[in-house]
């Protein structure tokens, strides 16, 4: 069952059954996230990524010598390794509600998956937009690898604009697993403010300097997205021949179970331990 929250001119919907995703998000009767037909959590606005984000290569890693071996989990796609963890295909339990907030919970303890968590999720609507906080708790006795993040969907067409400043892009290999990294010396806009669909690309930035920006000139509206700083990696995927792309802040590279902890993004958690992250969507006239 869909919850919707309301404040003033902004309402946002939340579907529990569907990896406690956004169904949809508008701000004085205008779309700001891209507005699916509902029913799968394929066709959410955005879903929570949880204890990782994007893929894993070969679909295994080695951690504290342990080798840990997961199925493929893409609804649509059996040949894609798995990805975006486990709390987006999951259905969250609601905590608590009013008509502005929303509290989820996740208890997860996957036969793939070798250590028991449980992940807490709130969003938030206020005038002009809404926040979500993601949190995750290692319940298990033994020290855990993990990553959080939020995957949002925008509507683009041919004047939509996406301004962010990083300092790397991972330039990667066809099935999209970062091989090496364009750094430069000071963070840029990668997009040099041009529009979005100019650039059609499935990686991750790395560096991220404040907020994120999409604008949609020809509907006079735009959002402004602020990350908390451990998200300071940046998904971005623009398909082709489609009408949506993606903005992702995450705390990791894509693959960085199987990467040097140190410039990966890779947290580990010991057990007990709990970490939380969190992201503010605002909307804005132009």
């Not at 939340?14 to 701000?27: K, L, N, T």
């Not at 989990?73 to 990805?83: E, F, M, R, T």
């Not at 067409?157 to 091989?179: M, S, V, Y």
Request: hydrophobic share 35%; net charge negative.
């Amino acid at each position: 069952m869909t919850i919707t929250l309301v404040s003033e001119n902004f309402e946002l919907s939340v579907d529990p059954r569907f990896g406690g995703s956004v169904d949809a998000a508008s701000w004085k009767g205008q779309a700001i996230l891209d507005r699916r037909t509902g029913g799968s959590v394929l066709e959410m606005a955005c879903f929570p990524l949880v204890p990782f984000s994007n893929r894993i290569a070969g679909s295994s890693f080695r951690f504290d010598g342990r080798e840990v071996a997961l199925s493929p989990n893409h609804p649509a796609d059996p040949s894609c390794p798995v990805l975006h963890g486990f709390g987006w295909l999951s259905p969250w339990e609601v905590i608590d509600k009013s008509e502005h907030t929303l509290e989820l919970w996740l208890d997860c303890n996957s036969a793939d998956w070798p250590w028991q968590f449980a992940s807490n999720l709130a969003y938030a609507a206020s005038p002009d937009g809404f926040s979500a906080k993601l949190g995750i708790t290692n319940l298990s006795e033994d020290e855990m690898p993990v990553g959080l993040g939020f995957h949002p969907y925008f509507a683009r067409n041919e004047h939509t604009l996406f301004r962010a400043q990083h300092t790397g892009e991972w330039q990667t290999d066809e099935k999209c697993i970062p091989t090496h990294l364009d750094q430069r010396s000071q963070a840029i806009d990668w997009w040099s403010g041009h529009p979005v669909a100019t650039r059609k690309v499935d990686t991750v930035y790395t560096g991220r300097e404040g907020a994120m920006v999409v604008q949609w000139p020809d509907r006079g509206i735009g959002v402004r997205m602020s990350p908390s700083g451990d998200l300071t990696f940046t998904t971005v995927y623009v398909p082709e021949r489609e009408n949506y792309f993606c903005v992702e802040p995450v705390s990791h590279m894509t693959d960085a179970f199987n990467r040097e902890r140190e410039d990966s993004g890779m947290r580990v958690l010991g057990p007990g331990e709990s970490w939380k992250v969190s992201m503010r969507i605002e909307a804005f006239d132009l």
